[in-house]
């Protein structure tokens, strides 16, 4: 497959998904009233959430095998703002978790930031496709790795500690966190302290 | 015991390299040769090696052990 065949592909995915996207949107702002519970919102999202999903699917799949590929670097301001997101994502979930509990749940926060961080890992995913490799060895230098396991370690310790206090905490029923939230507050925390820890490492010297 | 190195010496005696340079010649970010000149992260063996056979020299000549005062 040569070059322009490959970008007549991506036309034709990109338009395959645009196309889905019009239909979806279309069955879900028209359509008779009251079949389903969901709001205009809920709908949008979930449509919008469909989309990002499949474009970095077909992103991930096409992107890797075109001539683009040959400036997928991995370097070490790619590792810097990875970890930065994640420590932005980690921060804004676990404040909204905190204090806006039904809020994050309704407006989908979770989901938002978890797409927002995800697309980072999607272009590492493409750079380990484009060099015809699964090892993320390859891709990043024995102190990054040693960095990653230090605070792997680091976030597990921290991370246990901090669910026991919340524990006892909600236990004693001075703070708690309602039903599924449990999972968010600890996805962010791990979130959070994993990205600090990695940078902290990293920028340690 | 801790390990020693003489890295900054021989990138100022190669042409007064910058470590951005040499981590890019190498295939390590910047960050890692800056942690080993400052002592505060041991290369494994490949790295060491790879760094000698960058500067032409054996490990032992840019590596060494430093004994702690007891």
Not at chain 1, 9 to 16: E, T
């Amino acid at each position: 497959m040569n070059e322009f065949q490959k970008w007549q592909m991506i036309l034709k995915i990109a338009l395959i998904i645009a196309i889905i996207g019009v239909i979806a949107l279309g069955s879900a702002t028209g359509g008779k009233q009251g079949k389903s519970d969901d709001s205009i919102y809920e709908k949008v999202f979930k449509i919008s959430a469909f989309l990002i999903v499949m474009l970095a699917l077909v992103m991930y799949l096409v992107l890797p095998n075109t001539k683009i590929a040959k400036h997928f670097k991995m370097n070490e301001s790619l590792f810097v703002v990875s970890h930065i997101l994640g420590i932005i994502c980690g921060g804004i979930g676990l404040i909204a978790t905190f204090f806006w509990q039904q809020m994050v749940v309704k407006t989908h926060l979770f989901e938002f930031l978890i797409v927002f961080f995800g697309l980072i890992f999607v272009y590492w995913a493409m750079i380990l496709k484009a060099r015809k490799t699964a090892k993320i060895s390859d891709m990043l230098d024995e102190k990054q790795i040693d960095n990653i396991i230090r605070a792997g370690a680091v976030t597990l310790y921290a991370v246990a500690c901090i669910m026991l206090i919340m524990f006892f905490l909600s236990s004693n029923r001075v703070f708690t966190l309602e039903g599924k939230i449990w999972f968010l507050f600890y996805f962010f925390i791990t979130l959070l302290i994993y990205s600090a820890s990695t940078l902290f490492y990293f920028k340690k010297t | 015991m801790r390990l020693g190195n003489n890295l900054r010496r021989c990138r100022f005696d190669h042409n007064e390299m910058s470590q951005e340079e040499l981590a890019s010649a190498i295939g390590v970010t910047r960050q890692t040769i800056h942690s080993i000149e400052k002592e505060k992260f041991v290369p494994s063996t490949l790295l060491a090696l790879k760094l000698a056979r960058f500067f032409g020299k054996t490990v032992d000549e840019i590596f060494y052990i430093i004994e702690d005062d007891k």
